[in-house]
């Protein structure tokens, strides 16, 4: 198997893309309600795979620092709740 490194730059560049897809979301959602019970909601489960997958290389695209999320809006820091 191939690794990261040594994928193309278009497959790299689409990834995300392909992964974040409606339809696929659709059929992750799914399997986590039959796993877990839990419906996802599909926004947040875009957001939290986009945060996982790297981009193509160069473009600073890759995992983030996750969003602290605070009665259900999130935030950048919790600093950004203080003041």
């Not at 560049?13 to 339809?23: D, Y």
């Not at 696929?24 to 909601?41: C, F």
């Amino acid at each position: 198997m191939e690794g990261v490194g040594t994928l193309p730059e278009t497959v790299l560049a689409a990834l995300g893309t392909v992964i974040t897809s409606e339809p696929v979301i659709g059929q992750i959602r799914k399997e986590l309600w039959r796993r877990t019970g839990h419906d996802v909601d599909p926004a947040e489960l875009s957001d939290l795979i986009r945060a996982g997958v790297p981009g193509p290389p160069g473009t600073g695209h890759g995992p983030r620092r996750p969003t602290t999320v605070v009665c259900g809006i999130p935030v950048g820091r919790m600093e950004d709740l203080a003041g």
